[in-house]
């Protein structure tokens, strides 16, 4: 494995209040004085009168007195030349780390070269791209469409499934997250972001997750699809049972209807494999991806599917189109990550350090009852659930003071999720855990100075 992990020319200290160390402002040419403090002031202000004033609150609320400026490896430095442990991944975009030389290096060339098609004549990147997904991703999947996110993919896949079967239904789960465009939105399982924007597309059921009988009776003769997570991302890291996904595969088999695997969090690595289905042995029809494909340099995203699916797409190939996706300095970014992702072996790398962390989690769970409920994961996708959400909040901010950078999960408030990068090394982990448990004996102290009636209940909630 490459040292890509650690930053240049420096290191992190012990992790706790002093975790952070600071860059000479010339070696990245850090603004110093009076000029960084108006970039600050300015970027907030720009956030609250041209952006969203409710984004420029949150950052002021979790004591943002920064801005992001330079990132390589597992480490970002911010405006101050402070040097934080990126241990959210934007979330789960930087598998191979922040800047790896080599997604770059690919993407200089092709910029120098092409960066984008004129569509009139075949795009060797996009063709090279297309054939390594075909050969690396599971059983027969074989044919990729190429887009620029994940909620893309989640689209095309959605169109697919009904084109296939001529079926309009498509069976989602509860907490389920796919994205916020219509279709990816209403397959998406939670109502907060659904209801200000319904009616949404028609045709969508929600069952839980996890529980393969309560799908089972949902499955009509109009169900074209059945769309999941391996592990709800999202939903606060939720690994179904044992035997789920098989059990899902073998009934969408038996009903004669598609099984569409959103692998844009867990797939590339994350959990310990290439694709997470591969725990289980399952071979979906449709997969999606996204996040991480481009080595978090160029935005991508794709859909793959099984040969059979693709006889409308082969007659009409502009019945589903994108201007930009499979753009050359995409596809060569995504091509040079999957060489990184297989010649570096991450996902073997990501299952024994997921493992490490998560025992380093857990001892922070019997030291912290109080504050900390439950540690979960696969490999190094991993969730911390604490008591209350708002000791989530805390923790996250508190612990981004700390030098470590978290990211709480928008379908379950009271769980943030810890994402590093795959090449981050066991020092590192460790050095993360300090910071992480520092955050929590932090959020403990603030409790118990609380008077009873300021303490957090269920139905409180400490954010602005």
């Not at 095309?156 to 796919?178: D, N, S, V």
């Not at 690994?239 to 595969?249: D, K, W």
Request: hydrophobic share 40%; with cysteine.
């Amino acid at each position: 494995m490459s040292d890509h992990g650690a930053p240049r020319g420096t290191a992190v200290g012990p992790a706790g209040a002093d975790a952070t160390v600071r860059v000479p402002d010339a070696a990245r040419g850090l603004p110093a004085g009076e000029a960084r403090d108006r970039l600050i002031r300015d970027t907030l202000e720009r956030y609250q009168r041209y952006l969203n004033p409710g984004l420029a609150r949150l950052y002021r609320f979790g004591g943002s007195d920064t801005v992001e400026w330079e990132a390589e490896g597992c480490f970002v430095w911010d405006a101050h030349g402070r040097a934080y442990i990126d241990c959210a991944c934007g979330p789960a975009i930087f598998n191979v780390g922040h800047r790896h030389p080599r997604v770059l290096a690919a993407v200089r060339d092709q910029l120098d070269r092409m960066p984008m098609s004129v569509r009139t004549m075949p795009s060797a990147p996009q063709a090279e791209l297309a054939e390594r997904l075909g050969t690396l991703a599971p059983g027969d999947l074989q044919y990729s469409f190429f887009c620029n996110s994940g909620a893309e993919a989640v689209e095309g896949a959605l169109k697919l499934a009904r084109l296939a079967t001529g079926r309009p239904g498509i069976i989602a789960m509860r907490e389920a997250f796919h994205g916020k465009t219509f279709g990816a939105l209403s397959a998406t399982g939670r109502e907060h972001y659904r209801h200000p924007f319904e009616p949404l597309v028609p045709g969508f059921t929600h069952v839980p997750f996890g529980d393969a009988e309560a799908l089972d009776l949902a499955v009509t003769p109009e169900t074209a699809a059945v769309i999941l997570e391996p592990i709800q991302g999202e939903a606060g890291v939720v690994v179904p049972p044992r035997g789920y996904l098989r059990a899902v595969r073998d009934l969408c088999d038996r009903h004669g209807v598609l099984l569409i695997a959103d692998e844009i969090q867990t797939g590339l690595g994350r959990t310990g494999r290439l694709f997470c289905v591969e725990h289980d042995g399952v071979v979906p029809d449709i997969m999606t991806l996204a996040k991480a494909l481009g080595g978090g340099v160029v935005p991508i995203g794709a859909f793959i599917a099984r040969p059979r699916l693709w006889e409308e797409f082969r007659r009409d190939p502009y019945l589903h189109s994108s201007t930009f996706g499979g753009n050359p300095l995409a596809c060569r970014a995504a091509i040079a990550t999957l060489d990184v992702l297989v010649g570096e072996r991450l996902a073997e790398r990501a299952e024994g350090l997921g493992l490490r962390f998560m025992d380093g989690l857990r001892a922070i769970r019997e030291r912290h009852p109080g504050i900390v409920r439950d540690v979960r994961g696969r490999g190094l996708m991993i969730g911390l659930e604490f008591t209350h959400s708002d000791y989530a909040l805390l923790v996250s901010a508190e612990a981004g003071h700390r030098g470590v950078i978290t990211f709480y999960t928008l379908n379950k408030p009271e769980v943030i999720r810890i994402e590093p990068p795959l090449v981050i090394t066991p020092d590192l982990i460790d050095r993360a855990l300090g910071g992480i448990e520092g955050a929590v004996a932090e959020a403990e102290r603030l409790l118990a100075q609380a008077a009873p009636s300021d303490r957090p209940s269920p139905g409180g909630d400490l954010r602005p």
